[in-house]
T-cell receptor, first 115, second 116 residues
Framework: DGGITQSPKYLFRKEGQNVTLSCEQN?????MYWYRQDPGQGLRLIYY???????QKGDIAEGYSVSREKKESFPLTVTSAQKNPTAFYLC??????????????FGQGTRLTVV | AQTVTQSQPEMSVQEAETVTLSCTYD???????LFWYKQPPSRQMILVIR??????QNATENRFSVNFQKAAKSFSLKISDSQLGDTAMYFC?????????????FGKGTLLTVNP
C-alpha cells in the first residue's frame, strides 16, 4: 500500500542529545515537508524539499537539520541547539502544485519528549 | 509572506445542525490551492476538501462544502448535518508557489466539538 511512514511513534531524548526522526514515502511524491505541532500553534513549517539534494528553511528552522539524499526519504534531526524540542512532529508529502488532485499526505507523527 | 488565519479557536455545534468554520489568507499569488484538513484525537491528518483558486465553483464533498471568496481571500468550511465523528481539530491550509518552489502553510486550527 502506498503511504508515508514516520518512525518512531514515541521518542525520548535527554537534554543535549541530537535525535533523528524518520520519514519515508512510497507515493513517488516530489515534495516533502516537516511540521511541528504545539497546542494552540497549529502546524508550523520547519523544512521543506521539492527535489532530491535540495531543501528550504521553513518558519522555525533554527535547531533543526534535514537531508534529502533520496526521493523517498526526508529525515529530520533535532539538534541540541533546539531550546524547546518537546512537541509532536508531522511529516507530509505532495505532488507539485498544478498537478491534478494535489494534496498533502501525512504520516502518523512522532511525539518527541525531552527528559 | 503567506499567512493563514483561523479566527475561531474553538466552536461547538449540536448533532445534525450546521456549522461554519472561518479562514482567511494572505498572498500576492494568483494561482494556489486551498485545503481543509481534519485532525481527530488519533492525530492523523485527513483531507476534508480541496479548492483550486482558478475554479470559481465552490467545492463540495458530501456534507462538507466551502465558500471561496477569492477577492476577499476567504475560504470558509460548512459542515451540514453534523455528526459526532466530526469532532476534531480543523486546519485551513494553502499551497502556493510555482515551478519547483512551493510550500504548504497552515492556520492555527479550530477545535470543533459536536454535542449529542
Amino acid at each position: 500500500d502506498g503511504g508515508i511512514t514516520q518512525s518512531p511513534k514515541y521518542l525520548f531524548r535527554k537534554e543535549g542529545q541530537n535525535v533523528t526522526l524518520s520519514c519515508e514515502q512510497n507515493l513517488n511524491h516530489d515534495a516533502m515537508y516537516w511540521y511541528r505541532q504545539d497546542p494552540g500553534q497549529g502546524l508550523r513549517l520547519i523544512y521543506y524539499s521539492q527535489i532530491v539534494n535540495d531543501f528550504q528553511k521553513g518558519d522555525i528552522a533554527e535547531g533543526y537539520s534535514v537531508s534529502r539524499e533520496k526521493k523517498e526519504s526526508f529525515p529530520l534531526t533535532v539538534t541540541s541547539a533546539q531550546k524547546n524540542p518537546t512537541a509532536f512532529y508531522l511529516c507530509a508529502s505532495s505532488l507539485p502544485q498544478g498537478q491534478l488532485n494535489t494534496e498533502a499526505f501525512f504520516g502518523q507523527g512522532t511525539r518527541l519528549t525531552v527528559v | 509572506a503567506q499567512t493563514v488565519t483561523q479566527s475561531q479557536p474553538e466552536m461547538s455545534v449540536q448533532e445534525a445542525e450546521t456549522v461554519t468554520l472561518s479562514c482567511t489568507y494572505d498572498t500576492s499569488e494568483s494561482n494556489y490551492y486551498l485545503f481543509w484538513y481534519k485532525q481527530p484525537p488519533s492525530r492523523q491528518m485527513i483531507l476534508v476538501i480541496r479548492q483550486e483558486a482558478y475554479k470559481q465553483q465552490n467545492a463540495t464533498e458530501n456534507r462538507f462544502s466551502v465558500n471561496f471568496q477569492k477577492a476577499a481571500k476567504s475560504f470558509s468550511l460548512k459542515i451540514s448535518d453534523s455528526q459526532l465523528g466530526d469532532t476534531a481539530m480543523y486546519f485551513c491550509a494553502f499551497m502556493v508557489g510555482g515551478g519547483s518552489n512551493y510550500k504548504l502553510t497552515f492556520g492555527k486550527g479550530t477545535l470543533l466539538t459536536v454535542n449529542p
